[in-house]
Every structure is written in structure tokens, then in C-alpha cells.
């Protein structure tokens, strides 16, 4: 038997999940359901080679050539405990070419640049970010536990020890008020850093999370679907075209999955996507926002002029909107909660 996390990004699913810690040392984050209720710990290097050796009789050395260390922060651990695990995963695994990890942005900050290195000649590869927002008025609002400045540090360390950076914004996030400032200072943060990957995830919110909470005491207000595609565009818009791919087509609650490419390569043609979707009737975009979030993804948004699709969703819309003002809306909302992972407590609040 061998430990395994709750949570993996999702360019690692094929990866071996290695558990060097459990859960989130932070877990304050008021949108994040993925470890409330549990407590953090880091596990000794014994406990994971044990794990190692386990998966490696279970899976047969041989055909992995990818790891995931897991949970949140798994960069917390001391730098010669986290050598001493990479060197024996790659013994263990030897046609493993390819190593990552979650870590905050803190953490990063706090590991040296030389740290960072001896960990890349140890086998890691690439460092995943939770990024969310570059605005500080955001990142307090969300209870993220970081500055914009620690973000920036943060991932330069990792940029300058030659580490692949994939960094993770969350639109939507900042709500309606925030909007603006939230997709301004994103960009700004992300033109400092100049990560490897912009990875877009972007906000539902959890029915048990805080944010429901000030939702109804009047202090978050959500944003829809289409909002929210003027926020996406506003950040793309500030971006520098610099070689970094900027993807949302890994993550099934981005609307415009077809929004993806390296900056310098793509972005005219990425706003003009984001344009397109903007330009279309209001009942159009919700006859695709409807199919998208029905699990219809990766329908051009071309299906709008199809006059068979519009007959048998528009009727659909009708009926919602039927129902309130908002029906509209939160049925999309609940929808989109569906895809959320649950939280692994009933006291979230
Ligand atoms: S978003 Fe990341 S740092 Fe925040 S609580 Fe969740 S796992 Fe922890």
C-alpha cells in the first residue's frame, strides 16, 4: 500500500503520484475546497521510498516516465530531503524524464535560486503555481496568503534555476468589483515572471464555500459566464507577447477552450476568439454557453448559426428563464459546481 493525494494538476494524469506531504499548509484559501478539513504534515524520507518501492513492483519500473510529487507545498520539505527523494524515484524509475510538484509562491521565495538548482539537477522539472490573482487587493479579498511581490520572486527563483514555471490564474475570482483591477495586475505580475505556462482556471464557486457566504451578506458579487470572457480578454490583452503558452484548454470550467497558444505566436488571433464570442446575440451566447457547460466542449462557436442546434436549446433557455430573473444564470452557476471537487468536511464555512 502507498499514500496518495486528493489532487493533481491535469497535465499530470498519467504522471506516477509520489505523496512527499499531506495536504495544504496554508488552507485558508476561501474558494479552495481541495484540503479543508484535513491538516498538514510532511512525510519522512523513509515513508516515500517505501511508497516508491511499492509502486514500483505495482506498476512495473519500466513504462513510467512521469511523476507528480503531491500535496500542495511539497517544496516545504527540506531541500536534502526532497534530493534524497528525487534521485531514488529516478533510481527506481529510470525512464522517469519528467518530475513536478505543486508549491506556493512563499515557499518558492524562500527556496534560493541555488536550492532550486541542485533540486533540478536531482531530477525536478517543473514547478505548477497557484498564481490566482496578481492584484493584492484580490489575493486578500480571496485570503490567498501572498503578495504580489512574493508571487514575482517567487517565480523568478524558479525561471532563473532553469525550472519549467507553470503558473495558474483564476478569472472570475476577483468578482464583478475587481473585475478590471484583478485582470490589470495579473498580467503585470505574469510580464515580470515570464512563466514557461499561464494556465487559465477559471472560478465557480463551491455552494459550501465562504464566498456563498459574502455573496449573501452583499460583499462578493459572482460574475456570469460572458463577464467573464471580458475579463479573460482584458488580461490576454495586457499580456506581453512573450514566449509563454497561455492555455485554456486543459480545464473544463474555461468556456473558449479553443483559447490557447504561445503569446508571441497567438495572441492576436486568441483576442480576436475572445472578440467572436463577444459578438454574438445575447441568445447565442447562451445557446453556447448552455452546450459548453452541458459537456458539449469543443464545439466551434460556428454551432451558433446552426439553425437545428438553436431550435432544440433555445426552448431549454426559454424554460429557465421561466423561472426567475437569474434562472439563466444559476443554472449555469450550479452546473458549473458540479465539476468542483468537494470539500472533505461539512464545516467548511
Ligand atoms: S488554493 Fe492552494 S494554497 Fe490555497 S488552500 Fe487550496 S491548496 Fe492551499
Redesign the pocket.
Known sequence: MYEQGVIRPPSEATSLLVRVSRN?P????V??P??KGTKFSKRTVDEVKKDIDTMAVEYGAVRVTSAFLQD??SLLLPTGDLIAILEYLREKFPKIDRITTYA?ARTLKRKSVDELRLLRAAGLTRVHA?L?SGSETVLKLIK??LTPEEIVTGGRHVMDAGLELSEYVMPGIGGRALSQEHAIETAKVLNMIRPHFIRIRTFAMHPKSPMQRMVEEGTFVPMNDEETIGEIRLLVDHLDKMHSYFSCNDFSLNLLMQVDGFLDEKKDLMLRELDAFLALSERQKQVYILLQRSGYYHYPLSVVNDQAVMNQVVPEIERLEKEGKDGFDRYIDVLKSYQLPQPQTDDWQ
Request: a neutral charge; aromatic letters at 18%; one cysteine or more.
Open positions: 495544504c496554508w488552507n485558508q484559501c474558494f479552495c481541495a484540503y500542495a507545498d506556493r497557484g490566482e490567498k496568503g
